[in-house]
């Protein structure tokens, strides 16, 4: 089927030069600067009821939206409350081993063979004979075009035909604006493949605290979840345009808390926290509804800064929450970070991307130019093997739907980032797999990665190995 297309701990989103949260810009703060947001840890062998029991004392001791229990499977892992240092030393007590600051903070900033490629099904994303390919939709056909061709050669984008269809793909992000006619179905006369379902997954409630709220599902303040998520599902920019998605929002309850702190603009790691174990329950309910489920696609186009004495527990919990992940077969996707113009951050330095020095399903991705240049800002060195665009060229940004209405198109020149890079090969792995019964067994995201470390290659002119889907376009 083809479709002609007329056209120390520092949390980091790694979209663009946006910030999360900053219409809480405008709010007075109300409350005193003695009290910070800190994440209280119990001991392994401590029980499920004395855990819930510490929990209910805590919630009465405090004042009203002072905690938050994040649960995984009705069992408190950790508490987020919001403490004075007086009060962290008298809640330190023998089921405690640690409490640690939740000081962090958002900033949205193989060889070709031809005997190997299969002919197979396709969709084709064209041009009418009144538009430029290469001008209007190059870092699309970017994703297929094989090697040892140029890129204004290729003006179509190929890719195969189930589009990601029933693979769940999970994006920790501030919000979608759904309204967009990117995460529309297209009219019948269209040719695209039909979308996935779209939801909005939130942070499970506990019955102790309130830290959370559910805003909009349609809601995105920001953008930079709506950009990412149209890199993934987007009738025009996605590369996976019938997977479902699933938007686990991190634009939270910010003004409450700024109010209990002083100041607050940015999320924090609890937010983190409990959208991952929405995710893995989530996951785990999917199973149970259908044993044939296929294996998840998990995006975090964001990145932390970890002190790993001052944020042992913290760091240990997080990886208690990709191993998990990683026993269900899901394929995490991580931005390898914006940072490299910085001196001594020009490699990986930031958790999620680091856990893939530990699991083979955790894949951090950089970003290039549509040359096939790695972007400045990109963060590279011997753990980031795959690449994709993250700006358009030295001139254009990412373009992608905006964060209003139905029409409201980002094209700012500076809207680029590793996030963006993260989605488009979030997508192109939930094509895989929903194409390719063998790697939906045993580890599914190590044998995606593997996938895309072997067909990732140099483009000419390039400097860094980047994406390939593996389609052959038929104008080419």
Not at 115 to 143: G, V
Request: charged residues 25%.
């Amino acid at each position: 089927m083809m479709y002609h297309l007329g056209i120390f701990f520092f949390l980091v989103v790694h979209g663009t030069h946006l910030v999360v949260g900053n219409h809480v810009s405008s709010f007075t703060p109300r409350a005193s600067t003695d009290k910070a947001l800190y994440l209280i840890y119990f001991h392994d062998d401590v029980d499920s009821s004395k855990r819930t029991d510490y929990a209910r004392d805590l919630e009465k001791a405090l004042p009203e939206n002072h905690t938050q229990a994040i649960t995984l499977h009705n069992k408190i892992l950790t508490i987020a409350a919001v403490l004075t240092e007086s009060q962290v030393s008298k809640w330190k007590t023998d089921s405690i081993e640690a409490i640690e600051s939740d000081d962090s903070e958002v900033d949205i900033d193989g060889n070709f063979d031809d005997s190997t490629i299969h002919a197979r099904d396709r969709y084709h994303d064209t041009f009418t004979p009144n538009s430029n390919a290469f001008r209007d939709f190059p870092e699309m056909l970017f994703l297929s075009q094989p090697p040892r061709t140029e890129l204004e050669e290729c003006p179509d984008y190929a890719y195969d035909d189930t589009a990601g269809r029933g693979v769940d793909v999970y994006v920790q992000d501030t919000g979608i604006n759904r309204k967009h006619i990117e995460f529309k179905n297209p009219t019948e006369r269209d040719n695209f493949p039909r979308k996935g379902s779209i939801e909005t997954l939130y942070p499970k409630s506990s019955r102790f605290g309130n830290l959370f709220f559910r805003s909009s599902p349609d809601k995105d303040d920001d953008g930079h979840g709506t950009c990412v998520s149209d890199k993934i599902i987007g009738t025009k920019y996605g590369s996976a345009k019938s997977a479902n998605l699933f938007l686990v929002p991190t634009e939270t309850n910010f003004k409450a808390l700024a109010a209990l702190l002083g100041s607050l603009t940015k999320a924090r790691m609890v937010f983190y926290f409990a959208g991952l174990a929405a995710i893995i329950e989530h996951i785990e309910k999917r199973r149970r509804e259908n044993k044939d489920a296929f294996p998840p696609v998990v995006n975090w186009s964001y990145g932390l800064l970890v002190d790993e004495k001052k944020h042992k527990k913290t760091l240990d919990q997080w990886r208690d929450f990709v191993r998990r992940l990683d026993k269900l077969g899901a394929t995490m996707i991580a931005a390898s970070g914006n940072a490299a113009h910085i001196a001594g951050r020009e490699e990986v330095d930031e958790y999620p991307a680091l856990f893939a020095k530990e699991f083979k399903s955790v894949i951090p991705v950089g970003s290039v130019d549509i040359h096939g240049v790695k972007s400045t800002f990109s963060q590279g060195g011997p753990l980031v093997k795959v690449h994709a665009p993250g700006r358009v060229d030295e001139h254009r940004g990412m373009p992608c739907a905006g964060k209003k209405g139905e029409r409201d198109w980002n094209v700012d020149p500076k809207n680029e980032g590793t996030s963006y890079s993260t989605g488009t090969i979030s997508g192109i792995a939930a094509v895989k797999i929903g194409s390719d019964p063998g790697v939906r067994t045993g580890n599914t995201g190590e044998k995606v990665a593997a996938w895309l470390y072997r067909w990732a290659y140099i483009r000419e002119g390039g400097d860094v190995p980047s994406v390939w889907n593996t389609e052959i376009p038929d104008i080419c």
